[in-house]
């Protein structure tokens, strides 16, 4: 545990960007809000978005926090995704988010996302030591806009 400790200890600080190749597009914003159960037709039509005053559909809020859509790399055979290089490494179990939203993600956005490494720290509980590891992401679109920050806490056992 010692050895994983000093590694996250050492990444603390380091961002890590992704910039998406390309725009997001109708079709995964409307599968996500339908994966949530989620018929708002904000996310589906785009003349009842622009008579509510946006210039097309939006994602749903949490979208662009949870389906990594910036991201252009290819995915191996367990499904993982490659060419995250350090970031993959250093990235735990979810244990957690606070997200904050700015501005409304659309299907023309071309996402930038920033992951910081906050912190590591390690906690004694009943089951033994665990890593708690915070990453502060921020999202922005191809006019650099902050659309969207999340403070992701991982963990790591050991």
């Known amino acids: 545990m ?3 400790l000093s590694r996250l200890q050492a990444s603390v600080g380091k961002e890590f960007v992704f910039k998406a190749t390309y725009p997001i597009g109708h079709a995964p914003l409307r ?3 339908l994966s949530l159960e989620d018929f708002n037709l904000l996310y589906s039509d785009p003349a009842f978005a622009k008579a509510h005053g946006l210039r097309d559909v939006m994602a749903p809020p949490t979208f662009i926090c949870d389906s990594w859509q910036y ?3 290819d995915i191996d055979e367990r499904g993982e995704l490659l ?3 350090e970031l993959r490494d250093l990235v735990g179990l979810r244990a957690g988010n606070d997200y904050e939203f700015f501005k409304p993600v659309h299907p023309d956005d071309i996402i930038t996302a920033k992951w910081k490494v906050m912190d590591a720290v390690v906690k004694e509980g009943r089951s033994g030591k665990t890593i708690f590891q915070n990453f ?3 999202f922005y679109n191809q006019r650099n ?3 969207a920050k999340s403070v992701e806490l991982m963990f790591h056992r050991g």
């Open 145 to 147: 806009e902050l659309l």
């Open 2 to 4: 010692s050895d994983l």
């Open 83 to 85: 060419g995250r290089n």
């Open 136 to 138: 502060e992401v921020t």
């Open 31 to 33: 599968q996500y809000a």
């Open 71 to 73: 991201f252009g790399g």
